[in-house]
Nanobody, 121 residues
Framework: QVQLVESGGGLVPPGGSLRLSCAAS????????MGWYRQAPGKQRELVAA???????NYADSVKGRFTISRDNAKNTVYLQMSSLRPEETAVYYC???????????????WGQGTQVTVSS
């Protein structure tokens, strides 16, 4: 059983910063991609940022230069440092990871339960 547990969400004023963390636990042999998605009320879930096991990153155009994704492979943890936050970025932020739970087992897609980020004064 694999679990992804997010933390770090909350209320932040416009222009503020927040750091999200997501730790993967359970039966883990190998983690490929890890990433963050967000879903605002009435909107589709969208990719915010992703990072490969080798450290290559990919960002949504709207967050480039303001958000930074990183990972600690030893801790099976991915982080999202968010700066200059905007009210329209209020959403539930979900952690995603592509994990092989056992050797010679195919990779599966896993999601965290989500953490609320509210950008408001």
């Amino acid at each position: 059983q694999v679990q992804l547990v997010e933390s770090g969400g909350g209320l932040v004023p416009p222009g503020g910063s927040l750091r999200l963390s997501c730790a993967a636990s359970g039966s883990i042999f190998s983690i490929n991609h890890m990433g963050w998605y967000r879903q605002a009320p009435g909107k589709q879930r969208e990719l915010v940022a992703a990072i490969t096991s080798g450290g290559s990153t990919n960002y949504a155009d709207s967050v480039k230069g303001r958000f930074t994704i990183s990972r600690d492979n030893a801790k099976n943890t991915v982080y999202l440092q968010m700066s200059s936050l905007r009210p329209e970025e209020t959403a539930v932020y979900y952690c995603n990871a592509v994990i092989s739970p056992f050797a010679d087992c195919r990779y599966n897609n896993y999601w965290g339960q989500g953490t609320q980020v509210t950008v408001s004064s």
